[in-house]
């Protein structure tokens, strides 16, 4: 079975919209409305397993890109997934994780939590292999984008007067031309 968003042009058996489930491979999955890299999109959480499937929103140590200035939009479906319990594996739609370790690095150089992860992820990384899932404890402790109601990251780009879905916004300007 194919399970696509409703309303995208994508088309499958069966159209979902937040608030759905989907049963697969013995599992209940929670649809979860994270749109903002598109109109429609969808991530899917299972409870009882803690995973989420996060498609192009969330990556390890990054978000998709944003489409037609849906930074507020984008920023409050980040802020979803990040709600999720902590111990949630992420398995996301594609891998940029070791641009998205450098981008933060950049932005954060002294950033303990980050280097460790960057030291981490280069000694266990192996070509052509894509990296183990994430927990969003993790995420949240390393990822930039689900960071942007810290001072600290506010700090980094000059921006502490301004709210979260204002920071978000740069961050994601930045990586989309760093």
């Not at 999109?41 to 978000?63: I, N, P, Q």
């Not at 902590?86 to 002294?110: I, K, M, S, W």
Request: charged share 25%; hydrophobic share 40%; with cysteine.
């Amino acid at each position: 079975m194919v399970v696509a968003p409703a309303g995208a042009r994508l088309h499958g058996d069966r159209a979902v919209r937040g608030g759905d489930t989907v049963e697969a491979a013995g599992l209940t999955l929670e649809v979860l409305d994270v749109a903002g890299h598109t109109d429609h999109d969808v991530a899917f959480f299972s409870r009882e397993a803690e995973l989420a499937f996060t498609g192009d929103t969330l990556f390890l140590c990054g978000c998709g890109r944003v489409t037609g200035e849906r930074w507020e939009q984008m920023w409050s479906s980040l802020c979803r997934l990040r709600d999720l319990p902590p111990d949630t594996r992420v398995y996301c739609g594609h891998d940029y994780t070791l641009e998205n370790l450098d981008f933060a690095l950049h932005l954060q150089p002294d950033q303990p939590a980050v280097q460790r992860r960057r030291a981490d992820f280069t000694a266990a990384a192996q070509p052509g292999r894509a990296p183990a899932p994430s927990t969003l404890a993790e995420e949240r402790a390393t990822n930039p984008f689900l960071r942007c109601d810290t001072p600290e990251l506010a700090a980094a780009v000059d921006m502490a007067d301004e709210p979260p879905a204002q920071i978000f916004a740069q961050i994601r300007r930045m990586k989309s031309s760093w």
